[in-house]
């Protein structure tokens, strides 16, 4: 389901599948990063936190969010090159046992006039949990292929 630069239309919503965030994620994703915060990976600190239980590290959700866009599959084969993020913010917690969803706007889709082989798509993304809160949103920057002509 390639799709390339000139198949995507600004405003275009895409809405997708959810992961649930477990336990071994977050552990897994301790190790990996060095992020061993105790409101991550200890209980008892984490029960006084404002919290009440362990969260997910911000990183990790935003990891997961590559992933469920990239298993969208609309990029497989066009994409050249993730170049940016901005203006990412964390909205709310990920706890153990939350699925979260991704649902993107095309923002902008525009063929570089220097390059014509290639364009940069600009998505809005929003990271959604099952109680239908926002806890995640900004925008994706990414290199993709034109189609030839």
Do not use: C
Request: proline residues 3%.
């Amino acid at each position: 389901m390639e799709r390339f630069i000139q198949d995507f239309k600004e405003g275009e919503v895409y809405e997708g599948g959810g992961r649930t965030i477990t336990e071994a994620d977050i552990v897994q994703f301790s190790g990996l990063s060095w992020d061993t915060n105790p409101v991550h990976t200890n209980a008892v600190f984490s029960e006084k936190s404002p919290f009440g239980v362990r969260i997910a590290h911000g990183a990790l959700t935003l990891a997961v969010v590559t992933g469920l866009s990239a298993k969208a599959g609309f990029l497989d084969g066009t994409a050249i090159a993730f170049l940016g993020i901005d203006d990412w913010r964390f909205l709310g917690p990920v706890l153990i046992g939350d699925t979260i969803r991704l649902r993107w706007v095309v923002l902008e889709a525009k063929r570089s006039a220097s390059k014509p082989d290639r364009g940069v798509l600009k998505r809005r993304m929003e990271v959604w949990n099952q109680r239908d809160q926002l806890v995640q949103r900004g925008i994706f920057i990414t290199m993709v292929k034109a189609r030839p002509e």
